[in-house]
Structure formats: C-alpha cells, structure tokens
C-alpha cells in the first residue's frame, strides 16, 4: 500500500498477490477397508489404497488446482469547497484458476479459466440545512472470462457489464433516525459461443477452426445475449429510547440478476464431482424483506435480538438430475460426476438471532450467540411435496458460547494478555431438500475452542513480539457440516451401517508471531 494524505483529501493505492495450490479430493474408499484410494489412471478402471507416507504428506498429487488471483485498487477521498465528499473506488483483477484433473499428463489442466475484473464505485455525500445526509453514487464492473488450454469446459467466455445509480437519504427527528435508498440496477452477459473438438488429440479441446461441422466437433455453448434491470430500496427506522436501549426497523427490496453459471453452464466441476447445467430462460430474483431488533446495552449486559423474513421470487437454487429408474443420472463423458441442474421457485427465507454479553467485572467476558435460518421452497403455484419443502444448503441451529478474559496490565514482560475457551453448538439439520438425493440428514456435533495471546516487552519498555497460540476442535469430533459438499464424495454405494462423505478438520493447532521494527 501507498498513498497520500493532504487538505484536500487522500488517495491510497493497494495491491495484493494471491497464489494457492491444494489437492483436489473425490472421497472414494476400498470397500473392504474404508480407506482412501486414488485415481492413477485416465480411464480409471483401478483404484489403489493410498500409502500412509502419501495420506500424511504435504505434498501435492497430480489432480489438484492452483488459484491465483492479483488485485490493485485506489480508494481516494476528495472533500470539495461546499463541504461535501467525493469518494472513488477503482479496481482491478485477475482470477486464474486451473484444475489439473488428468494423472497421467499432470502438466494439463482440465479447467482453466481467466476472469478479468474491472470495478467502479463513486459516491457524492452532503449534508443539507436542518439535518439531511444524502448520498448519490453510481457504481458496477466489467467482466471479461476466458477459457484457456483446457480440457473441460464448464461456462463460456463471456463480457459482463453491471451499472447500477443509487440515492441514499438520512434525517433525524428527536429520538428517531430515519433512512431511505433506492437503486436500479443493469446487468448485460455476452456469452461467446463454442465448440469442442473430441477427436483431434487426445483430450477434448477447444475447437478454433472454421468448419464447425467436422467429425468429431460439438458444440458445446449457444451464442447468450441477455440483459436484466431491476429496482431495488429500502426504508428504516432507528428510535433511540434512551442511551441504554433502541429499537430497529426495516423494509426492502432487493434485486439479484442470474449469474453466468446459472444461465449456462455445461461442464464439470472437480472441486465438487459435479456436472452443472444452466437455463439461459432464467429471470431476474427478487425480494421482499422485513427485519426488526432490539439492542439494550448495560453497564455489566449487553443483549440483542434480531428477527428477519424475506419473500422471493425467482429463486435460483441446484437440484439433483435422476434417471428413469431413480438412480443419480450422469454425464457419459464424465461417468463419476453426477448431474446437478439450477431451478427457480418462489421461496422464503426467515430466521433470527440473539446476543447476550455479560461482564460481571472488568477482565471477564461471558460471550452467547444463537443463530436460526428457515428456508422454505414455495414451488411455483401447485403444491409442494414434503421432500421439496426445503431449500437446499440451508445452516442448522448453531449458538457460540466464550468465556474470555483479557488482562491490559498483564505480568511481568506480557501485558495486553488474553484468554478464551469457547463451545460452538451446531444442531443436526432435518430440514433439508430431500427430492433427488440432493442432500441427506445431517447430524449435530460440538466444536470446542481454546486461545491466548499476549504482548512481550523487554526491559526498556519496548514491545518485541506478539504471541498467539489458538487451537479449533480440540476433541478432535468426527463430524460433517451441512453446508459442505464433501459429505457427499464417495462411493456410489458405501455399503450398510457406513457414514460416507469426507468429514470436516479434525484438531487443528495455530501459532501465530508478529515482530515490529522501525526503520529510524
């Protein structure tokens, strides 16, 4: 980061690099001994056991993904001669992502996708005579997608544009705070059409020629021109009864356009072992939401309570494809990964959650936390069968509980000294989106946490070091998480009385160190 700082304002530029590799897993077991084994040949007809000096290892097999993501912005701040401000927000990245998906050439890459992002974001703020704060922007991105050497081609290259103005008013009245936006929103896709030569190399390959009707070219994406607009705000409310206590309040509309994948995709996924497929008919979500809390905060307490429910139409959610005969239907040139096709339904989603802090004396902190999300498939006018009623991947019950304390004046050489223990309770999640076998029953599971950290000083007063040792999951439970894909990679058939999927970390133990320096 760099920037500057005058009367006139300020303007930081930013830059950051991201580069990350890791093993892409398909969760398959030997059925005798439920151990994990790998795919070491192209047409897959064996599977042999993992060695444990492979399992245990840090290093990287031939199927694995490499994301690596640049990104440079400015923000800048301009405060003009009547007072008001002038921000700007613009920025720049590029998302390459490759997934090598062939153990016998681990040099190619079945997926290789560059999206190029471009964002804009301005943002006029003044205040006028007798209280009104105002504020007018504009804002949106342009995206450029495109597919590489690759084998697997599961969305086109396409150009996004996104543009969207907006206005946001705030007044007070006494007690009562009172704010009000709207926004309308233009979304423009150019997907570029393609087909795939299957019989030119040895891998599918893009197909770059003029004659799209050779042996062995298929197409693979329609030519997609489309654009969605919508309008979306939002009034609230904020009354101040006292110092100690206030109530919210709020009503909005919102606006989402379908995303690329939604509209097109035909192609497979590694990271997930699944085959997506889009619907270019799609329309644009909506919805309609309500919310309301109450916030009281005391000397030793401090307790909140917030309630919402949203009403949408158009929802877009993924839906397992069956065959005639109920099995899970598959792509034939993809026979392991299993076909998922987007959907869209009217749907609520409704929920709340609750805070209570509690402080008895200065150094102690009683932290609570409960969160409840209900999603519900509405259908489409008739009646919705029992194991449609959900929406898929919805979380459970989950409430955190932490007793903390944090000592300022520490002893010794450690001062700013902190410890915690906490519990995350996760409740099992019986609502879930049955029909298809798109998801299964998930069972509740306690998580426990634990951390401290302090501040090192030497003789003279210096800092020299910050320390934190944290550990998650220190039961080391055996459990799955219902918004994880990975409880479902395995076998097609685990055999009786085995819980199949790939379960989440078990105990994980993190040590962090920070050293400050001065260049004087």
Excluded: C
């Amino acid at each position: 980061m760099a920037g500057v700082n005058r009367a006139w304002g300020y303007s930081y530029f930013n830059a950051s690099i991201y580069d990350n590799k890791q093993a892409i897993p398909d969760g398959s077991r030997d059925s005798a001994s439920r151990k994990f084994t790998r795919q070491t040949t192209e047409d897959d007809a064996f599977r042999p056991i993992v060695p444990n000096e492979v399992l245990n290892s840090y290093g990287l097999p031939a199927l694995h993904q490499r994301v690596q993501l640049y990104r440079i912005y400015n923000n800048s701040n301009f405060i003009l001669n009547n007072g008001a401000n002038l921000f700007v927000n613009l920025g720049y990245q590029l998302s390459h992502r490759r997934e090598y998906t062939h153990p016998e050439d681990a040099g190619t890459p079945g997926l290789n996708l560059k999206l190029a992002t471009y964002t804009y974001d301005f943002k006029y703020n003044q205040a006028f005579g007798d209280g009104f704060e105002t504020t007018f922007g504009l804002n949106g991105q342009y995206q450029d997608n495109a597919i590489g050497n690759a084998t697997d081609f599961p969305i086109p290259a396409y150009h996004q544009f996104d543009i969207g103005p907006f206005a946001v008013i705030k007044k007070t009245f006494g007690k009562l705070d009172v704010s009000a936006g709207a926004r309308y929103d233009r979304r423009s896709f150019n997907g570029q059409a393609a087909y795939i030569d299957t019989l030119s190399a040895k891998y599918p390959q893009l197909y770059k020629g003029n004659n799209n009707t050779s042996a062995g070219v298929i197409k693979q994406f329609d030519p997609l021109h489309k654009i969605f607009t919508g309008a979306s705000g939002s009034v609230g409310a904020t009354y101040n009864a006292s110092d100690r206590f206030l109530l919210k309040a709020n009503i909005s509309r919102g606006f989402r356009a379908p995303s690329i994948a939604e509209l097109s995709a035909n192609g497979p996924d590694p990271g997930s072992q699944i085959y997506h497929t889009g619907n270019p008919n799609f329309k644009p979500e909506f919805s309609f939401q309500q919310d309301i809390g109450a916030f009281i905060t005391l000397p030793d307490v401090s307790i909140s309570a917030e309630l919402f429910n949203n009403e949408l139409q158009n929802y877009i959610y993924q839906q397992q494809v069956l065959n005639a005969d109920g099995s899970a239907a598959e792509n034939p040139n993809y026979p392991s990964y299993t076909i998922f096709a987007y959907n869209q339904s009217k749907a609520r989603i409704y929920g709340g959650e609750a805070n209570l802090d509690i402080h008895p004396i200065s150094w102690l902190h009683i932290e609570n936390s409960i969160a409840l999300t209900y999603g519900k498939n509405l259908g489409t006018g008739g009646p919705v069968a029992d194991s449609l009623r959900y929406l898929p991947f919805i979380p459970p019950l989950h409430s955190h509980h932490e007793l903390r304390g944090t000592f300022a004046k520490g002893f010794s050489k450690f001062k700013n000294l902190y410890a915690f223990v906490g519990l995350d309770h996760f409740a099992a999640q019986n609502r879930f989106f049955s029909a298809y076998g798109t998801e299964t029953y998930t069972s509740g599971y306690n998580l426990i946490s634990a951390g401290i950290g302090a501040n090192i000083f030497n003789v003279a007063g210096k800092k020299v070091m910050e320390l934190f040792i944290e550990g998650t999951n220190l039961a080391d439970v055996n459990y799955q998480s219902n918004m994880s894909r990975l409880k479902y990679f395995d076998n097609e058939n685990p055999g009786p009385n085995v819980q199949p999927g790939i379960f989440n970390m078990g105990r994980n133990i993190s040590f962090k160190v920070i050293v400050p320096f001065s260049l004087k």
